[in-house]
C-alpha cells in the first residue's frame, strides 16, 4: 500500500480524498494555486505544494508542475479527483514515465474514452445500443451540415473531449446549425483544447442514468447500480439520486450488464460511470463514460456503504475488489444537491465575491468510513467556510449535500429540511432553489427527465413565495434593529441588555425592497419588552419572542420564534450583508435587498439603459451594431467565463449607442458593455 499520495485537485473532491487517505494511514500532499493559498485542503493534507497563478492552465492543469510536486514530496501515486486533469491521457502517460502510479485507469482507456465519437466505435461490436448520429473525422461545415440533415432534426452537437455539461448545443432547425457549430466549437476549444465535435439524434424528453463500475487488475468488473442525474439545468447535474426511481429489475439488471460490457470492451481497471439515456418507451442508449470518480459518488456510498474513493485507492495498489457482484446490494435511497455560487434568477450565472457566513450544523459534516454519514441521514462535503472567496477562476460549485433515508420520500424530505438549516451569505447561491425543486411535484413523484427544469421556467424559484405581511413585519424588525441597537455590536451578549427594557419606536419611514422582481414596501411600528416584540406593519401585527440579537462576524442579525400570522410556530433567522437582507422563516427562505432612497431618487432621475458584465470575463461576441434598435430579450453580446459561454440578452427595447467593448476585450464585473441611446430608448 502506498505510504504518501499526491491529490491534484482542489476544493470538497480534494478534502473527500484526503480524508480517506488520511484514515488509511496515508499521508497527502496537496497542491493549490495562488487564489487557493487559504483553503481549506491545503490545511487539512499533510504537505502542500504552491503550483503557479490562479489560471487553470498555469496551475491545476500545468501537468509539469504537478509531476515535479509528487517528486519534490516523494509521493507514490496521484489522485486527480475529478475535473482537471483526472481524463487526461497524456497526465496519466506522465504519471507512468514518472514512475508514479496513477489512481485511475490505463492510459488507452481514457484514450479512447475521453473521445464521445471513439468510445462509440468500441462498445458498438459488443451490442451497446448508441443513438443515431456522426461521429466522423471530418469536421468540415459542409459535412456537418450534410450529416444533420440525415440524422434529421432536432438534434445535438456535442464536443468528443466534452464533459460537465459544456460543449453543448441542441439545434433545432437547419438554419440555427451554423451559429450553434462555431458557439459550441468555440466553447470545447476554450474548455477541452479541442474543438471537435460530433451530432447525435436528441432523443425527446429522456432520463439520464448512469451505472458506477469498478474493475480491478486481477480481470474482476463490478457495477454499483444506477443513479438517476436528469435534474439538469444547462446540461449540469444539480440533484441526482440513488437508485433510479421506478426501474423494473429487468432493467437495472440490463443497465449494469451492459455497463459492465461497455467496461470490458476497453479493459478497464479503477471507478468509472457509464452513462445512458433511457427514453420513454424504456429503450435505453450509450452516451459516454467517464473514466473519474464522478461528482455524484456520495449517493453511491451511501445506498451500497462502501467508500468508493479507498476502492481506488487499494485498486491501484494491485489488491483485487473488495466485494464480489453478489455481496454489492441496494439498501435504502439517496439524494445529493449541489450547493452553486450563482443566481438563478439569471438564468444561474456563477456568481463570485466572499461568503461572509457559511453555517452548517456540525451534525452533517462528512465522516469517513464504510457507511460514512449514513448514521445520521445527512452528509455534507464542503470546501467552504466564512471567509473564503469564491473564484472566478474555477467552477462555482460550494458543497454537495447528500441525503440517505430507507424510502425516497424520507431522503427526499431530509434533503429539503436540511437545504433550509444551511446558511451561505455574501455570494448569490441556489440553496433556496434547490429546496423549491425538491418540493416540485414531478420532482417529488420521481420518473421526471432532463427537460424539467425548463418546463418549470428555468431561474425561477419553483417553491411559495413566504407570506407577504410576515415579509414585511420581519425586514421592519431587521431595520428596527439595525438601527435602534447599534450598541448591539459590542455587546458579549445583546439579547440580556433587552430584558426588562422597553422600547417603542416612533414609526419608522417608508423602506422600498426589491423581492426577486417585486417592489415591497414596509412602514413599520416596533414596539420591545424585553424579549418580546409586537410589530405593526401594512395594517396587521405580528408577535414575536427574539432569542438572539448579534453581529457575529461582522453581519448584523435577529433571531427568534414567531407567535402570531401564518408563520405562528416557525423560527425565524434575519442576516445582514451591506443592503442585503437574508430572510429566513421555518424552513423557507428568501433575500430582500434595502433600496437606498437616494439611489431611488437617481434612478428615477437617469433614463438611460445599458448592458454590464454580471461577472468578470472575455467578451467573444458582439451581436449588435451602434444604431440598431433592439428589443428587449433579444441577444445582444457573448461573454465566456468560468469555461462557459453565457448570452446577454437586452433588458428593454431601445437603440444601441455605444459598444465600448469589443469581441477579444477582458472585462471586470459592472464595466458596462452595451449603452443604450437615452432620447431614443423606448419607454
Not at 83 to 99: I, R, Y
Not at 148 to 159: T, V
Not at 315 to 320: K, R, Y
Not at 507 to 534: K, N
Request: hydrophobic share 40%; with cysteine.
Amino acid at each position: 500500500m502506498f505510504t504518501k499520495i499526491l491529490i491534484a485537485n482542489r476544493g470538497e473532491i480534494a478534502r473527500r480524498i484526503n480524508r480517506t487517505a488520511q484514515a488509511m494511514g496515508i499521508q497527502t500532499v496537496a497542491v493549490y494555486s495562488t487564489a487557493d493559498a487559504q483553503a481549506l485542503h491545503v490545511q487539512e493534507c499533510n504537505e502542500a505544494v504552491c503550483l503557479g497563478e490562479p489560471e487553470a492552465a498555469q496551475s491545476y492543469l500545468n501537468i509539469a508542475k504537478v509531476i515535479a510536486a509528487a517528486r519534490q514530496t516523494g509521493a507514490q501515486a496521484i489522485h486527480p479527483g475529478y475535473g482537471f486533469l483526472s481524463e487526461n491521457a497524456a497526465f496519466a502517460q506522465a504519471c507512468a514515465d514518472a514512475h508514479i502510479t496513477f489512481i485511475g485507469p490505463g492510459v488507452q482507456a481514457i484514450r479512447i474514452m475521453g473521445s464521445k465519437s471513439e468510445a462509440k466505435a468500441c462498445v458498438q461490436p459488443a451490442g451497446v445500443p448508441l443513438i443515431p448520429g456522426y461521429f466522423g473525422a471530418d469536421q468540415s461545415l459542409a459535412t456537418l451540415q450534410a450529416e444533420a440533415e440525415r440524422i434529421g432534426f432536432p438534434l445535438m452537437i456535442k464536443a468528443v473531449a466534452g464533459g460537465g455539461g459544456k460543449g453543448i448545443r441542441i439545434v433545432s432547425n437547419a438554419g440555427d446549425l451554423q451559429a450553434a457549430l462555431e458557439s459550441c466549437q468555440r466553447e470545447a476549444k476554450n474548455a477541452f483544447g479541442d474543438a471537435t465535435v460530433m451530432l447525435e439524434k436528441q432523443i425527446i424528453q429522456p432520463r439520464h442514468v448512469e451505472v458506477q463500475v469498478f474493475a480491478d487488475t486481477h480481470g474482476n468488473v463490478v457495477h454499483l447500480f444506477e443513479r438517476d442525474c436528469s435534474a439538469q439545468r444547462r446540461h449540469q447535474k444539480v440533484i441526482e439520486e440513488a437508485p433510479a426511481f421506478g426501474l423494473t429489475e429487468q432493467q437495472r439488471e440490463a443497465f449494469g450488464r451492459t455497463a459492465v460490457q461497455v467496461a470490458k470492451a476497453v479493459n478497464y481497471v479503477g471507478a468509472g460511470t457509464v452513462e445512458f439515456l433511457l427514453d420513454a418507451r424504456g429503450e435505453f442508449y450509450f452516451m459516454e463514460m467517464n473514466t473519474r470518480l464522478q461528482v455524484e459518488h456520495p449517493v453511491t456510498e451511501m445506498i451500497t456503504g462502501f467508500d468508493l474513493v479507498q476502492w481506488q485507492i487499494e485498486i491501484a495498489a494491485g489488491l483485487p475488489l473488495p466485494a464480489t457482484q453478489e455481496t454489492i446490494h441496494i439498501d435504502g435511497h439517496a439524494f445529493e444537491a449541489r450547493l452553486y455560487a450563482e443566481n438563478p434568477e439569471q438564468g444561474f450565472l456563477p456568481a463570485i465575491g466572499t461568503v461572509e457566513l457559511w453555517e452548517a450544523p456540525d451534525a452533517i459534516e462528512f465522516r469517513t468510513g464504510t457507511h460514512a454519514g449514513r448514521t445520521a441521514g445527512i452528509r455534507l462535503d464542503s470546501s467552504m467556510r466564512s471567509g473564503l472567496a469564491v473564484s472566478p477562476y474555477y467552477d462555482p460549485m460550494v458543497g454537495k449535500l447528500i441525503t440517505w433515508a430507507p424510502t425516497r420520500d424520507a431522503a427526499l424530505k431530509k434533503l429539503a429540511d436540511a437545504l433550509a438549516q444551511l446558511r451561505c451569505v455574501g455570494v448569490k447561491n441556489n440553496l433556496a432553489w434547490l429546496r423549491g425543486l425538491c418540493l416540485h411535484p414531478e420532482f417529488a413523484a420521481g420518473g421526471y427527465d432532463t427537460g424539467l427544469i425548463d418546463r418549470m421556467a428555468m431561474g425561477t424559484d419553483p417553491s411559495t413565495p413566504m407570506d407577504t405581511l410576515t415579509l414585511q413585519a420581519l425586514a421592519g424588525l431587521a431595520r428596527w434593529a439595525l438601527h435602534q441597537h447599534p450598541h448591539n455590536r459590542n455587546s458579549k451578549d445583546p439579547l440580556a441588555m433587552l430584558d426588562g427594557f422597553y422600547s417603542s419606536s416612533p414609526p419608522l419611514r417608508e423602506d422600498r425592497w426589491l423581492s426577486r422582481d417585486t417592489s415591497l414596501a414596509t412602514h413599520t411600528h416596533v414596539a420591545v419588552c424585553g424579549q418580546q416584540v409586537s410589530i405593526q406593519s401594512a395594517g396587521a401585527a405580528l408577535h414575536v419572542t427574539l432569542s438572539a440579537v448579534s453581529s457575529r462576524g461582522e453581519l448584523p442579525r435577529v433571531q427568534g420564534h414567531i407567535q402570531s400570522g401564518a408563520h405562528a410556530g416557525s423560527e425565524f433567522d434575519l442576516i445582514w450583508h451591506g443592503d442585503n437582507l437574508n430572510v429566513h422563516v421555518g424552513a423557507e427562505q428568501t433575500n430582500l435587498q434595502w433600496q437606498n432612497p437616494a439611489q431611488i431618487r437617481a434612478d428615477q432621475g437617469h433614463d438611460a439603459h445599458g448592458v454590464a458584465a454580471p461577472m468578470p470575463g472575455k467578451v467573444f461576441a458582439v451581436l449588435v451594431k451602434v444604431g440598431d434598435r433592439v428589443k428587449k430579450g433579444q441577444p445582444l453580446i457573448g461573454l465566456e467565463a468560468m469555461k462557459m459561454e453565457h448570452t446577454l440578452n437586452s433588458p428593454c427595447d431601445g437603440v444601441v449607442q455605444s459598444i465600448p467593448h469589443p469581441v477579444g476585450d477582458q472585462v471586470t464585473e459592472g464595466t458596462e458593455l452595451i449603452h443604450f441611446s437615452e432620447d431614443d430608448t423606448a419607454k
